[in-house]
């Protein structure tokens, strides 16, 4: 097997994430400005509400519409025309974000932005586990989750940087540099293949197919062996069938309970408001802001060693390790609040929190969500994963500075801690173990008769 090939084709595919991440968090930098200039406009007569739906949110409103509606493209262009157009969104948010002159038009190309977040979270892992050998697929399809943590990483340090260099203007640099590695990712696509799997279940492409895996195969029997497989996997298939059928009600809940129990974390809502967290437990401003900083580098660290242990451990005991470190710095967290303790204590929990995530959930999710479906319906599938994880992003997070003010952050961290119970419980009963299976086998063995 041509080893060298497949990890080149996946890192390519993968750098979506990158721009996912540095997409996501940039804005983070420049919506200060971005609301000084234009604070003159209002949403049923207040600006914050404007700038917080309109201007920052815009691109998370794309990012759910992307994830809705990814599938469409994925499953009749293929995965290859797909990252490609992905690609070409976010070179054309980037552009015309930094340029645009009014709140409005910013917000369309930040939108814009936002469907190439959403439908990169279906086509790269999609795309990464149907070229990847079984016993290496886990750790492939999480350089996905790997470049979305550098990509966050960049971002943090690119505003940095273009805060304390350019004095006029800085956020339109800051918004607009993504362009570049946006164009880059663009080119580097074209030289990677189509899915041979996608060739296979929907266009019945034999040809195409077996010419990608002879660049991957020395032996003309592989070849074979792999193009058999895929096509035994796909008799008796109903390609009008949909996804909300009873034979997949397996797989189902397992992507809408993995993405439920990602977002139920709290995981989304602690980077938002990491600062404030740590100033309501008593962190000066300047320690807030390093302990910020903190978990960023956490994030990164841990998400690596996720990445290179899915395939040796497995997916479920990643799941279990994150769960148990979910629970236990959940519940130190709100008995910190709870009983005024102050300190480091709070961080540290965080720390642990945030290393958790990386290595159980942060590193599973996306691989899991693009094993479980059977190869006609993996778009589909990935499509409604991807929507129950970014509606629950949406909401979450915008729940919880009204619920730190009505039930106090210590009640919210107790109710994080028992989703991960939950989560834990689920786990156990529930979640299969991927690791090793080729995913025809793991569509056998998961869909219904």
């Known amino acids: 097997m041509n080893s060298k090939k497949i990890i080149y084709w996946s890192i390519t595919v993968a750098l979506a994430g990158f721009l996912f991440g540095f997409d996501t968090i940039v804005i983070s930098g420049a919506e200060q400005d971005i609301q000084k200039l234009w604070g003159t406009y209002t949403l ?28 469409i493209p994925n499953d009749r262009l293929g995965r290859k025309k797909t990252l490609i157009i992905i690609g070409i969104l976010y070179t054309f948010s980037a552009i015309g974000s930094s340029l645009s002159t009014d709140p409005w038009l910013f917000a369309i190309f930040r939108f814009i932005g936002g469907i190439g977040v959403g439908a990169s979270t279906i086509a790269a ?46 956020w339109r640099w800051m918004i607009g540099i993504e362009a570049l590695p946006a164009f880059i990712y663009t080119i580097l696509v074209f030289t990677v293949p189509e ?35 895929i096509l ?8 009008t069938e949909r996804l909300f059928n009873k034979k997949y009600s397996i797989p189902l809940s397992l992507a809408f309970f993995i993405a439920f129990f990602n977002q139920f974390s709290g995981i989304n ?22 302990s910020s900083i903190g ?13 290179f242990l899915i395939d040796k451990l497995g997916r479920k005991q990643l799941l279990y390790i994150g769960s148990f470190g979910y629970i236990i710095s959940l519940s130190i967290v709100s008995l910190c609040f709870y009983n005024n303790w102050s300190g480091m204590i709070v961080p540290t929990s965080l720390f642990l929190f945030i290393a958790s995530h990386a290595i159980g959930q942060g590193a599973v999710i996306w691989v899991f969500m693009s094993e479980i479906f059977p190869n006609h319906m993996r778009s589909s599938g990935q499509a409604f994963t991807s929507s129950v994880h970014w509606i629950l992003a949406a909401i979450i997070p915008s729940l ?15 109710i994080f801690a028992i989703m991960m119970i939950l989560q834990l419980i689920w786990v156990r009963f529930y979640v299969p173990e991927t690791k090793g299976k080729s995913l025809e086998e793991l569509s056998a063995s998961l869909t219904k008769k």
């Not at 919880?400 to 107790?414: S, T, Y």
């Open 232 to 239: 035994d996997s796909q008799e008796n298939v109903n390609t």
């Open 295 to 307: 978990l960023g580098v956490t994030n990164f660290i841990f998400t690596l060693l996720g990445m």
């Open 400 to 414: 919880v500075p009204i619920l730190f003010n009505l039930i106090g952050a210590a009640v919210v961290f107790a």
């Open 44 to 71: 049923f007569g207040r600006n914050d509400l404007f700038h917080g739906i309109v201007v920052v949110g815009s691109a998370l409103w794309g990012t759910v519409f992307g994830a809705i509606f990814g599938a």
């Open 125 to 170: 892992p999609a795309f990464i586990s149907e070229i990847a050998p079984k016993e290496k697929r886990g750790r492939l399809v999480a350089t996905y989750q790997f470049n979305i943590v550098f990509g966050i990483l960049i971002a943090f340090v690119s505003n940095a940087l273009f805060a304390k260099f350019i004095d006029v203007d800085a």
């Open 195 to 229: 899915s041979p799997r996608w060739l296979l279940s929907k266009k019945n492409d034999v040809e195409r197919a077996k010419e990608i895996f002879r660049s991957l195969y020395k032996k003309e029997d592989d070849v074979e062996a792999q193009v058999k497989m």
């Open 269 to 290: 809502a602690i980077l938002y408001y990491a600062n404030r967290i740590f100033e309501e437990a008593g962190l000066a401003e300047q320690a807030s802001d390093l």
